[in-house]
């Protein structure tokens, strides 16, 4: 979304190898595209954080940078993947960890017969990774800023309080009220009430500096 009667371009984001200690291969990234990696390495292998992680990251953030066998592992999981899209898929992101994984740590590697027989299950959350790259997203933006009644008049818009409802791994999927506080430039704070307790959800932003008395606060984009 443009930030409030701001017209210059805003500076850089910090990239994930400016921001972590340890980084080796996930080099020169935005910090959200990194965490949008360990977002997906835990959804394609039906782990969490602290599978790949030592167990020190419960107590100490810092340990995030800890080396621990998995860690090794996943780097050269990584490095293996980006080697089969460059030889055979011209560089596009054609194979993923999901790819083979689909939320196991060991893959399959028996056709199974089941799959092949039972009834066809449609994913309502199914899609595909962008691969033709002949409309851009600048261009679906424009439309729907233009839908919206044009760009001066959403820059006129400076803050925001929505409500609604949200389910997560953290709710046990549940579905439970989410606020939502949001005031430019640059502030963010959601509230979710979980069952049995009220608690404003820290995140990773804590390892840029913009975890504030432990809301999330985070930067637009
Ligand atoms: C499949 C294993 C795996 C899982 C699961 C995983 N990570 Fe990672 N994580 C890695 C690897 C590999 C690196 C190092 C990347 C590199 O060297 O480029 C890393 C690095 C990081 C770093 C950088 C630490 C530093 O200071 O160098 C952070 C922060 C991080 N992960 C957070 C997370 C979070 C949060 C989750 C859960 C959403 C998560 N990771 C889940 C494998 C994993
Ligand atoms: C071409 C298929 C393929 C792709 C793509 C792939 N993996 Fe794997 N991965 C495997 C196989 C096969 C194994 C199991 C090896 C074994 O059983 O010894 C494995 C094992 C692992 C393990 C060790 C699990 C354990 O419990 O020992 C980790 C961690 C892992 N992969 C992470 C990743 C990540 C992260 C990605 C994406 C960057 C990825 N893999 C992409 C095939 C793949």
């Known amino acids: 979304m443009a930030q409030a009667g701001q017209q210059a371009a805003p500076p850089a984001p910090p990239t994930s190898d400016q921001i972590f200690k340890n980084v080796q291969v996930l080099k020169g990234i935005p910090v959200d595209q990194f965490m949008d990696a360990m977002g997906m390495f835990s959804a394609s292998l039906g782990y969490d954080c602290s599978s790949c992680h030592s167990q020190e990251i419960h107590t100490d953030r810092a340990a995030f940078a800890i080396t621990t066998p998995l860690i090794t592992r996943a780097r050269q999981m990584i490095n ?53 790259r002949s409309v851009m997203p600048d261009q679906v933006f424009a439309k729907y800023l233009q839908a919206l009644g044009g760009a001066p008049r959403v820059a006129a818009l400076t803050s925001f309080v929505a409500r609604g409802s949200y389910g997560g791994f953290n709710t046990g999927g549940a579905d439970v009220p989410i606020e939502i506080t949001a005031k430019a430039p640059n502030q963010r704070t959601q509230v979710v009430r979980a069952p049995m307790v009220t608690a404003s959800r820290p995140s990773m932003a804590a390892a840029c500096g913009c975890l504030k008395g432990g809301v999330r606060s985070r930067s637009w984009s």
């Open 80 to 132: 293996m993947m980006n080697g089969l899209n460059e030889a055979n898929f011209g560089g596009r992101p054609r194979v993923t960890c999901f790819t083979c994984h689909r939320g196991n740590p060991s893959p399959e590697d028996v056709p199974s017969l089941a799959l092949q027989y039972a009834d066809v299950v449609d994913d309502p959350n199914a899609m595909a990774l962008v691969r033709d």
